[in-house]
């Protein structure tokens, strides 16, 4: 069964005439006869009765038309849905880690929503190695993680530069440097995270030995520091989303560098219009964002410690 044969069916049930079929089809009647005399054979049931110089659909017909115009409906769908010019529409399954999630992606969520109203949006969270394990199987479009690694079958592409803060209740006092965190709890996600790993190695080039307390929530975490229980490096973005109402104090260290976030999916999945869209206004969104920072940044504001932030 072939959608050639299902055009010309339908196109003859539509008219009522083989001629004027081929008129509309643009070929000749003799080919529209053989087609459906083969559809005919392989469905095993008569679809047309002739009637005078005409022809009458069979019941078969009818119950076959039925499927005809579905069958021909989603094969016109499935054309548009991959063509390069076509407005993205259906599903877009996008995994990401939490400080994504929370700190960056709500907002271009919403923007994306309103521009493709027909793009159907699934958002997932969960730690970068499951993230990547599910583009690998399929099971997600597209994933956010804060790490750059090379995977068989996934590609990568850079999306935005994430700057960390340390954050801590004003009533700890100021922190200058990493000797000022002595005797104070540090709370961040576990092991596997490379904001944690960022703190960890600054820790050890200051000589500083201390244990960190792992929570797995960034709610939870920002919960802590409020309560001036300790402190935690966080992503900027998560800073700006709990900071104004946190009364935190915030901390840069030129000594913990940014970290890139890359955008991660199948080298398989080669055309995916709604992924591409997402992937484009994302860098779009974040460069414009950078080009604010830096037009905003005055260098004269920076000392040799730790820089204070205002959320």
């Known amino acids: 069964m072939e959608l050639a044969q299902i055009r010309m069916f339908k196109t003859v049930a539509d008219t009522g005439s083989i001629a004027r079929a081929a008129e509309v089809l643009h070929c000749v009647p003799s080919n529209i006869t053989a087609r459906i005399k083969s559809l005919e054979a392989e469905l095993g049931v008569a679809l047309f009765y002739r009637q005078g110089r005409g022809l009458r659909i069979s019941p078969a017909g009818e119950v076959f038309l039925s499927y ?15 063509d390069p010019l076509a407005t993205p529409t259906g599903p877009l399954r996008i995994g990401a880690i939490e400080s994504s999630a929370t700190g960056r992606l709500p907002r271009l969520l919403a923007k994306f929503h309103a521009r493709f109203p027909s793009v159907s949006l699934e958002l997932s969270t969960g730690t970068w190695s499951q993230l990547l394990d599910d583009t690998l ?6 994933v956010i993680v804060a790490v750059d690694v090379e995977r068989p079958l996934l590609k990568r592409t850079f999306i935005y530069r994430e700057d960390l803060v340390l954050i801590a209740s004003p009533s700890l006092g100021p922190l200058r440097d ?3 965190l002595q005797g104070k709890a540090i709370f961040m996600w576990p092991t596997g995270c490379p904001y944690r790993a960022a703190l960890e190695r ?7 030995d201390q244990s960190i307390v792992s929570i797995a929530s960034y709610g939870a975490i920002a919960g ?6 300790g402190v935690a490096l966080v992503p900027r973005g998560i800073f700006e989303q709990y900071g104004p109402s946190s009364g935190w104090a915030g901390y840069e ?8 976030n890359l955008f991660y999916w199948h080298e398989h999945s080669t055309h995916h219009p709604a992924r591409d869209a997402f ?5 779009a969104e974040f460069e414009l964002e950078g080009d604010r920072e830096m037009a905003e940044q005055n260098p004269a504001d920076r000392d040799p410690g ?5 959320p």
């Open 68 to 82: 005809a115009a579905k069958i021909l409906a989603l094969s016109d769908e499935a054309k548009r849905a991959v």
């Open 137 to 142: 199987s399929h099971k997600l479009d597209g």
């Open 178 to 180: 990493a000797a000022d």
């Open 202 to 208: 600054w820790l050890a080039r200051q000589g500083q």
């Open 224 to 229: 802590c520091v409020s309560a001036g229980a």
């Open 253 to 260: 260290f030129p000594e913990l560098t940014a970290i890139d």
């Open 279 to 283: 992937v484009a206004m994302l860098q």
């Open 306 to 310: 730790g820089l204070s932030l205002s």
